[in-house]
């Protein structure tokens, strides 16, 4: 668990990037142009951050592309320079922020862990002490003396992550790693991140993966444009990203809309609890989808259909206005209204609303979205398949041995 | 979003940091890291190949062969100078170890960008590894020339003893050139064909295929010009050293003590400029690669 006393501490920190406009790489450019050099582009990246890491946190940094998060980290593993601000740290800092740093494909694995030791503040004599604990962790024993260039992409990764496991690090800073590996090392890692959370190690990880946020972060951090949006409890560090992910308009309607003849579908949008016009629930949470349809002509009794799709294009969910009893006639101009209240059972995902408008129950479709809306779902990572249906679990205790 | 933050108290022990530079982060870790990232370019140089270290023989090996003819045998310069041969061989080598030491500086830093982008390290351990891997090749020449030069009827001497005393002033002069050019190459991309350039006029330039007391018979001014340069100085008193009195030394081939003191300010003024300039640049290297 977290100390009261903080391993990071940042204040005000200050990063802007100067690139010359047109880049001076050659001395015979400086010589034609003396006076061009004063022209920079200057990228502010980082405006005034602050905040503190507790000793034995695992604190998550997230943010879009081009947030300014790996650019924080390279600060906080000294790469970079900071231009203004001041940061502390206390403890050894582990100098890398990727896996498998200066790993060469033409050595061998016995020659990589010794390199990668070294390069991660072990002494050689360390590195070669632990040795054979790096390679069992890896499971690689029977590939010792082959070169790295035969190793599989996942083998790769677990000899890199079994190095950091040794490289003994009071503070650790990653940038995305665990994409690759099969499952059962995937658990693995998952297991070792438990392990260091609960033996104190101070962890700063940059994701794009907010499952990995809300599994394992105590604590998680959101940048935009270089400040600070967000710093807290990591669900709701989530669902802020994904807000902030996707809240551009949603796909074009034009696009994807028949909507000339016969009736339109004007608008469609999910309210959340206390959230209307929403992109984002939590799971577990009361969900209201609402759509809006225009006739263009008179209709004796047109039907609304929607659904729900996974990322994978899986159809969720569907219903429709008949389970609402159907609509009645509508005459030309006149709009209706359609809302599903239902309870979000959806897993952690990324889902698509489509919307379809017809002549009649069953037929004769007039207008059509497949993708009116986004929804995206979090807090759901518990729910082993799509949905979590609604269910109970009985448990009986047989008093006698199974016969034999 | 969540409540108001805590301050909470700086754990013991803790350190501002001030990010990346030349020598930070220890002394033991530079010395460890120059160490493995050198031994791992000699290795890998060597053990791709079937003939491995030989090659890195045969090259010099072949140019002196080549020079050898043409000087004593087509043009006859070398008639005159005690132990031509011997002499030659050893100039070569010492010269070659500074070519490639500084050659492999100037695109250090950018060949190991994945490590400079990466991690946190002292930066001058780049170029001093480069350094270093030249400086292994150089142990391994010297032990043919060792061999050449007793074949070829020097008697060994007691100031075979001092030749240390020329390799660690070349390998510093090496460092400090290395330095200046591995900054400069960060933001400049055209020094590399510029050094090419250099080295090959520091080739002629130094009393490698003639002596400089050859030269001064013609003109007494170029050699003064010649001797400028600290890498003369170095191979005129490794000469001295190695085939005996005969050869002028240093001192004398400057020209006097007065004259020694300007490739010494050179030498000094050169490795000075290195470390400030690799001081300065240090800190920002991973952003302007």
Redesign the interface.
């Known amino acids: 668990m977290p100390s009261p006393c903080a391993a990071i501490r940042v204040r005000d920190l200050d990063k802007t990037f100067r690139r010359p406009r047109n880049r001076v790489h050659t001395l015979k450019e400086r010589a034609l142009h003396p006076f061009r050099s004063g022209e920079y582009d200057e990228q502010h990246v980082l405006r005034g951050i602050s905040f503190d890491v507790a000793q034995g946190e695992f604190f998550g940094i997230v943010g879009r592309n081009g947030s300014g998060k790996s650019t924080l980290l390279k600060c906080l593993a000294e790469i970079y320079r900071a231009d203004a601000g001041r940061m502390y740290m206390a403890g050894r800092l582990a100098p890398f922020i990727e896996l498998g740093v200066g790993f060469n494909p033409e050595l061998t694995a016995r020659e990589n862990v010794l390199i990668n030791g070294v390069m991660m503040g072990l002494t050689p004599r360390e590195a070669r002490a632990r040795f054979d604990e790096i390679i069992a962790f890896a499971e690689l024993e029977d590939f010792v003396d082959q070169k790295l260039k035969n190793y599989s992409s996942g083998m790769q990764v677990r000899l890199a992550f079994a190095v950091m496991v040794q490289a003994d690090a009071d503070v650790l800073l990653i940038d995305e790693v665990l994409a690759v590996g099969d499952a059962a090392f995937q658990q693995k890692c998952a297991d070792t991140f438990y392990r260091m959370r609960e033996e104190g190690t101070t962890i700063v990880l940059v994701t794009h993966a907010m499952p990995m946020v809300e599994r394992f972060c105590h604590r998680a951090m959101l940048l935009h444009d270089g400040v600070v949006d967000a710093i807290g409890d990591p669900g709701e560090v989530a669902r802020r990203y994904l807000e902030l992910n996707f809240s551009g308009p949603t796909p074009d309607r034009e696009a994807l809309g028949l909507g000339t003849q016969g009736a339109r579908i004007v608008d469609v949008w999910i309210d959340g609890p206390g959230a209307p016009r929403t992109h984002t629930l939590a799971h577990g949470e009361e969900l209201a989808l609402h759509v809006a349809i225009e006739a263009l002509e008179p209709l004796a009794a047109p039907a609304i259909g929607v659904w729900l799709e996974s990322e994978e294009h899986v159809r969720v969910f569907a219903t429709s206005t008949d389970r609402g009893g159907g609509l009645g006639p509508l005459a030309a101009g006149e709009r209706a209204q359609m809302t599903v209240r239902a309870l979000n059972t959806l897993r952690t995902g990324h889902y698509g609303v489509g919307v379809s408008v017809s002549r009649a129950s069953g037929g004769g479709e007039l207008d059509a979205l497949g993708r009116a809306a986004d929804l995206i779902v979090y807090g759901g990572d518990h729910v082993g398949g799509l949905v979590d249906l609604q269910h109970r679990v009985e448990l009986t205790a047989s008093l006698e041995k199974a016969a034999r | ?3 108001a ?1 805590v ?14 530079t030349a020598l ?2 220890g002394w ?2 530079l010395f ?2 120059t160490w ?1 990232l050198a031994v ?1 370019d000699f ?2 140089s060597y053990f ?1 190949s079937a003939l491995g270290y030989v090659w890195s023989l045969v090259r010099p090996l072949l140019f002196f062969g080549v020079l050898y003819v043409v000087f004593t045998k087509v043009l006859q310069v070398g008639g005159g100078i005690p132990h031509y041969p011997a002499v030659l061989l050893l100039n070569i080598v010492l010269y070659n170890f500074f070519a490639e030491a500084t050659g492999a500086s100037v695109q250090s830093l950018v060949v190991r960008e ?8 002292p930066r001058m351990a780049v170029p001093l590894a480069s350094v270093l891997t030249a400086a292994f090749n150089l142990m391994l020449n010297l032990v043919a020339v060792l061999i050449f030069v007793l074949a070829s009827g020097v008697s060994p001497q007691l100031t075979w003893l001092l030749f240390p005393f020329v390799l660690l002033p070349l390998v510093a002069f090496a460092i400090g050139i290395a330095m200046i050019l591995s900054s400069l190459y960060v933001r ?4 590399a064909p ?1 050094w090419l350039v250099v080295s090959q006029l520091l080739f002629y330039g130094s009393p490698i295929i003639y002596t400089i007391d050859k030269l001064r018979e013609r003109s007494a001014t170029a050699a003064h010009l010649v001797m400028l340069n600290p890498l003369a100085d170095l191979l005129e008193q490794a000469r001295r050293w190695i085939v005996g009195p005969s050869a002028a030394g240093a001192v004398d081939a400057a020209g006097g003590p007065v004259h020694a003191l300007a490739p010494l300010a050179v030498f000094l003024g050169l490795i000075a400029l290195g470390f400030w300039l690799f001081l300065r640049e240090a ?2 290297v ?2 302007n690669l």
């Open positions: 979003m969540s409540a933050e301050e909470l108290p700086l754990a013991p022990g803790a350190r501002e940091m001030h990010g990346p930070g982060a033991r870790r460890d890291l493995l791992t290795r890998l791709g994945a490590l400079v982008r990466k991690m946190h390290f400049f991309r055209d020094v510029i800190p920002h991973a952003e």
